[in-house]
């Protein structure tokens, strides 16, 4: 359930999976933002207009499928990281996923790594055929996973068990790395809540859209607390920092 472990239930997974048809012509977005928050880099940053028009932008975003192409620009613009693009026409029996990215150090292109589903749970093996990190600071890394096309709908993220070590950022907001995560649960904060307390782990613009996922897997590992008996701490909508620059540019134009 979305509200305890902020994993998306099957009912809502199959409301937003592209038909078959769709899906057997070629690469499109599959967006799964759930909550109605105010936000719409989505349906700015698509450049074919294949975002339905948000008309009050608490409105959830609704793809349309016929016109996306599955170009993939609005994976690095959505600050809640929920937007990935499947390609099932990538081979015979694989599939190409393209998702967010936010964690160092990046996977290289042509690694084999773990690919995992929402919960974090591993799925299969997958190939990283390609990493699209823009200079910008302000964009998300998307990475292009392969995996078998039964997968499609499966896999979202990757294990980075096999890359990261004390020093990986595990909250890139709040730039918590992964030894000092353990210590503190070494010394007894146990919960997410208390990792959010004493660490602002969760804090950050992203709300803790990938962090408490990871946070609360590394508990289980060191308490024995499944993530799904472990209590899930609040959190709010992602936010999107504007420079201010931006404002006064607009104060400009409207003279
Ligand atoms: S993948 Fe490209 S075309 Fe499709 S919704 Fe995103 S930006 Fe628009
Ligand atoms: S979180 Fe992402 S998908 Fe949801 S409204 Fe914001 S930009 Fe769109």
Do not use: W
Request: a negative charge; proline letters at 7%; glycine letters at 6%.
């Amino acid at each position: 359930m979305i509200q305890k472990d902020g994993i998306a239930t099957q009912e809502m997974i199959d409301s937003i999976t592209p038909s078959a048809e769709r899906r057997s012509k070629g690469p499109v977005a599959v967006v799964e933002c759930f909550q109605s928050i105010p936000c719409n880099p989505c349906y700015t940053s698509c450049p074919r207009k294949a975002m339905k028009e948000l008309i009050d932008i608490n409105d959830m975003p609704q793809v349309n499928t016929d016109i996306c192409n599955g170009c993939g620009v609005c994976i690095s613009h959505c600050p809640g990281l929920a937007i990935f693009v499947i390609d099932e026409t990538y081979g015979d029996n694989q599939c190409l996923i393209k998702m967010p990215y936010e964690f160092t150090p990046l996977p290289s292109e042509g690694d084999y790594v773990t690919a995992t589903d929402r919960g974090g749970k591993p799925v299969c093996r997958g190939k990283v055929v390609k990493v699209v990190n823009t200079p910008m600071q302000d964009r998300t890394p998307i990475i292009h996973l392969v995996v078998p096309k039964e997968f499609s709908m499966i896999v979202r993220s990757l294990n980075i068990n096999d890359i990261y070590d004390d020093n990986t950022y595990i909250c890139r907001c709040e730039e918590l790395t992964l030894g000092e995560l353990r210590e503190y649960i070494r010394k007894g904060y146990t919960t997410l809540d208390e990792i959010k307390r004493i660490t602002r782990a969760g804090m950050g613009p992203c709300q803790g859209r990938t962090c408490r996922q990871l946070i609360m897997n590394e508990i289980a590992k060191l308490t024995g607390v499944k993530p799904q008996d472990q209590l899930m701490s609040t959190f709010r909508p992602p936010v999107k920092p504007v420079k201010l620059g931006f404002y006064a540019q607009e104060d400009t134009d409207n003279e």
